[in-house]
């Protein structure tokens, strides 16, 4: 599983014209899955992004966790995540999951990042034509890859 996560001041979730979620401060994650992710891959990338000292203490050193502040997370699926470069112009997502692999996926991480954070998160829909807006913090923008554990 491949994520970027983007501390923010606010960040939305827009589908068909309708805000499906917000947030004001914390992480927009975005999300790919690939076949060979399972409950493992959750559970390290959940614990990874919930641990995260990426937050401003007294200090304005970034050395706390979304889970010891008061912000939310905005989960968002994006197959786009695995896309593939290498030959020619046009993208390959060939490495991405097929909507019956990763649906599952998508829902085991958000019910494992609720549990993490102790509280619920916000998501927008999986498969839908998002608008995803927001204002980058920092700016901070970390991709993690639960296969390279980096």
């Excluded at 204002?135 to 980096?150: A, Q």
């Amino acid at each position: 599983m491949r994520v970027v996560v983007q501390r923010v001041s606010r960040a939305s979730v827009t589908i068909n014209g309708n805000v499906k979620s917000s947030i004001q401060k914390g992480l927009l994650v975005l999300a790919g899955f690939e076949d060979a992710d399972d409950s493992s891959d959750i559970e390290w990338l959940s614990n990874k992004i919930i641990n995260l000292r990426i937050f401003d203490d007294e200090n304005q050193i970034p050395n706390i966790s979304i889970k010891d502040s008061n912000a939310d997370i905005l989960l968002v699926s994006q197959f786009t995540l695995h896309a593939s470069t290498k030959k020619g112009n046009r993208p390959s997502y060939i490495k991405a999951s097929k909507p019956t692999v990763a649906i599952p996926l998508y829902e085991l991480l958000i019910k494992q990042m609720e549990n993490d954070l102790g509280k619920p998160i916000f998501t927008g829909i999986f498969g839908a034509d998002m608008k995803v807006e927001l204002i980058n913090d920092g700016p901070v923008t970390i991709i993690i890859d639960s296969k390279n554990r980096e």
